[in-house]
C-alpha cells in the first residue's frame, strides 16, 4: 500500500518537461507540452482532411471527413438542443481534444487531464461559455434576473452555481482519470500478469472517452438551461 501510495502521489506531481531560460527560468509543465502535441495533431489531421475538397467526385478521404463532421454536428447538436445550435463547433471541438487527451496514455505518455490545471482551465472554458451564452441570449438584464428565478429567495444559490459548476466539472474529470489510476495499481498488485493489460486498455481508452461525453454533456446541459 505504501508503494501505491507513493505512485499517487507522484501522479499527483506536475512534472516539467522543460524550463524555458529567461526571466531566471520558466518552468514548462508535461502536461503543457502534452496539450501542445494533441492540440498540433488536431490541427494537422483537419488540414490532411479538408485539403484539396471538392463539390463534385468527392475523394474517400473528403467523405470521411464530411461524415465525421456530420456525426459531430448532429451528436453534439442534439444535447445542446435548437436554441444553442451556435455552439457545436465549439463542444465539438473540445469533445475531441478531451478525447485524444484521455486516450494519449495508450502512447505511453501522461495524459494532461491528470494534471488538475488543465481540467482546471477547461472548466473555466466551459463556465465562460456558458455565462456568455446566457448574457447573449437573454442580454445583460435579463441574466441577472434569471438569478432570481424561480423565486428570489434562491439568489445567493443560483450565484453559487457560478462557482460551483466549474468546480464540478474539473473534479469529475479529474477525479475520475486519476481514480483510473488508482483502480490499475490495485489491480497489479492482485494480478500482476495478464489481466492488467486489459483493464488498463480500457481505462485508458473506453473510459477516457466516455470522461469526454461526459464532460460535454454537462457543459452542454447548462448552455441549453442558459439560452432556454
Not at 502521489?9 to 502536461?31: C, K, M, Q, R, Y
Not at 463539390?55 to 436554441?83: C, D, T, Y
Not at 479529474?174 to 486498455?201: D, H, Q, T
Amino acid at each position: 500500500m505504501k508503494k501505491m501510495a507513493a505512485k499517487l502521489l507522484e501522479e499527483l506531481n506536475v512534472d516539467t518537461a522543460f524550463t524555458i531560460p529567461v526571466f531566471g527560468g520558466i518552468e514548462i509543465a508535461e502536461s503543457v507540452v502534452i496539450t501542445w502535441v494533441v492540440m498540433a495533431v488536431m490541427v494537422l489531421l483537419a488540414l490532411w482532411l479538408t485539403h484539396g475538397m471538392k463539390v463534385h467526385n468527392p475523394s474517400r478521404k473528403q467523405v470521411a471527413a464530411e461524415s465525421i463532421v456530420r456525426w459531430l454536428e448532429s451528436f453534439v447538436g442534439g444535447m445542446l438542443g435548437e436554441n444553442a445550435q451556435e455552439y457545436v463547433p465549439w463542444m465539438a471541438t473540445i469533445l475531441v481534444f478531451i478525447g485524444i487527451a484521455n486516450i494519449s496514455g495508450v502512447f505511453g505518455v501522461k495524459p494532461p487531464t491528470k494534471d488538475m490545471n488543465v481540467t482546471i482551465a477547461l472548466a473555466l472554458t466551459s463556465i465562460v461559455l456558458i455565462e456568455a451564452a446566457g448574457i447573449r441570449r437573454k442580454k445583460v438584464g435579463g441574466w441577472l434576473k434569471s438569478f432570481a428565478e424561480p423565486i428570489a429567495i434562491v439568489t445567493p444559490i443560483n450565484i453559487l452555481e457560478i462557482a460551483i459548476r466549474p468546480l464540478s466539472l474539473c473534479m469529475r474529470l479529474f477525479g475520475n482519470v486519476l481514480g483510473a489510476f488508482v483502480i490499475m495499481e490495485l489491480i497489479k498488485l492482485v494480478i500482476p500478469v495478464g489481466v492488467p493489460a486489459i483493464f488498463s486498455l480500457y481505462f485508458d481508452f473506453f473510459d477516457g472517452l466516455i470522461q469526454a461525453y461526459v464532460f460535454v454533456f454537462l457543459t452542454s446541459l447548462f448552455v441549453a438551461e442558459a439560452v432556454e
